[in-house]
């Protein structure tokens, strides 16, 4: 599978580390019964060191080409790490392409987005919003060199790169900003939700949410797309074909999987 | 008490959604004027939008406010300052990154109700008052075809306030803050 542009560097990035270990051994996964660790890259092992500078590089709009995106001005906390509209547009206002999905879980979510499903890590995927060009979004595409210039001038940055990547020596690049981002998402986890919290026996919903979950379940079908523990079957169904958005076709050239394979999803509340 | 917001409805048809503060960043994705063939209308209330506009250098920290002082209803082209160098008064919910810019002014309100902040870019826009950053009630786009490109909406009370700008992509941009009818 041809991938073209800044989709090929995600891959060729991550593919000596495709090898995915069950989970990093020291790394303790507080999760209820039932649920088992996400799958983790044998060269990006889970620390907490990863995790905070990951915190930390996912707020920070230096990650854009004008200082105006972060990875969290999309995928913000209040709507579940999503957004609120229909597509956000990129750092010069670049019109959007699709609905951001929301990051809860997404440790165990494959593929990881609609557009692509050759991206098979978080490692992978990080690195498209920042340096894509279909569509742009952060803008930082050939500007890589820029972006270690700028955290790099960081003194704060300089320390936790080092406790992050000790046998890399603190490394500041393209790569280890994917791998800390990675760790971070690695750790949007829902789980304890009062729909979760029911199902596992414990107060039950209110009644107006368990008249939704009987017609979510029910009548409504949403459940047919919408199912297991992250209310995603995470396959590529066909709706009405989109104009603008040619979905998965444009990664994998294969016609069936075509545009308007996901209907427009906002705010996912849990 | 707080007034009733009157919700002013453009020629253009951009309404505006009472909307938490934190959903200015959601207004970006529609307001695309590269296919107009022809300037859009601006209704009277930003008529000072388009006429002559003043010049402004925001200040990097609160203390020094005084020189940064907007007169209501004029419009001005302003310089921001490196967001490294600016102490904002409230830490923004959206500070912008190193290579952003931000900056803060000042304006004084003699009558408490409506106003408006418009915007010629989707800059991140709070209004302290009281030494704490008010919730908008109102955000939306500026009219179609128009170099305005956000509006953002307080109910304040009589007194001097603090704009704050941050995130914004370039060193200049076009505001005012004008009372609403």
């Known amino acids: 599978m041809r991938l073209p542009g800044v989709l090929g560097a995600a891959t060729a990035l991550a593919a000596s580390a495709i090898t995915l270990a069950a989970a990093s051994p020291q790394w303790a996964w507080h999760l209820p019964a039932g649920i088992s660790p996400p799958p983790v890259p044998a060269d990006n092992a889970m620390t907490k060191a990863r995790v905070v500078l990951g915190h930390r590089l996912f707020y920070d709009a230096d990650l854009s080409i004008n200082g105006t995106l972060s990875c969290a001005t999309c995928h913000e906390q209040r709507h579940s790490f999503s957004d609120g509209v229909q597509a956000h547009p990129g750092a010069h206002g670049e019109p959007g392409l699709r609905n951001v999905p929301s990051l809860l879980n997404v440790a165990w979510a494959t593929p990881l987005t609609w557009a692509n499903p050759g991206l098979a890590t978080l490692e992978q995927q990080a690195i498209v919003p920042i340096v894509g060009d279909d569509p742009v979004e952060m803008g930082m595409k050939g500007q890589e060199a820029e972006l270690s210039r700028r955290l790099s001038a960081n003194s704060c940055y300089r320390k936790l790169f080092k406790r992050a990547f000790p046998e890399e020596h603190g490394r500041i690049n393209l790569g280890s900003v994917a791998q800390a981002l990675a760790a971070f998402q690695r750790l949007i986890i829902s789980f304890d939700s009062a729909w979760d919290r029911a199902r596992a026996g414990g107060p039950p919903l209110v009644e107006e949410a368990r008249r939704g979950e009987t017609l979510f379940y029910g009548t409504a079908g949403c459940a047919f797309c919408h199912s297991g523990p992250n209310l995603s079957d995470y396959h590529l169904h066909q709706f009405a074909a989109s104009n603008k958005d040619r979905g998965a076709i444009s990664a994998t050239h294969r016609p069936r999987t075509t545009a308007g394979s996901v209907h427009p999803r906002y705010a996912t509340w849990r | 008490m707080i007034r009733t917001v009157v919700t002013i409805f453009f020629a253009s048809a951009a309404s505006l959604a009472a909307l938490p503060a934190v959903a200015q960043d959601a207004m970006r994705h529609a307001h695309d004027s590269s296919s107009c ?39 001005y082209d302003v310089t921001l300052q490196p967001t490294p160098a600016v102490k904002y008064a409230v830490a923004p919910l959206k500070p912008g990154g190193s290579v952003s810019f931000g900056g803060l002014f000042a304006f004084d309100v003699a009558e408490p109700g409506a106003y408006r902040v418009p915007l010629s870019t989707h800059s991140w826009t709070d209004v302290i008052e009281d030494g704490q950053a008010l919730q908008s009630v109102a955000h939306g786009h500026g009219p179609e075809c128009t170099s305005l490109a956000k509006m953002v909406d307080y109910v304040l009370k009589s007194g001097r306030h603090i704009l704050q700008i941050a995130a914004n992509g370039d060193p200049t941009l076009s505001l005012m803050v004008v009372k609403l009818p």
């Open chain 2, 37 to 75: 063939a022809s300037p859009g209308a601006m209704p009277p209330a930003l008529a000072a939008w388009e006429g002559t506009r003043g010049s402004m250098t925001a200040v990097a920290k609160p203390g020094a406010i005084r020189s940064a002082l907007l007169v209501l209803g004029k419009a």
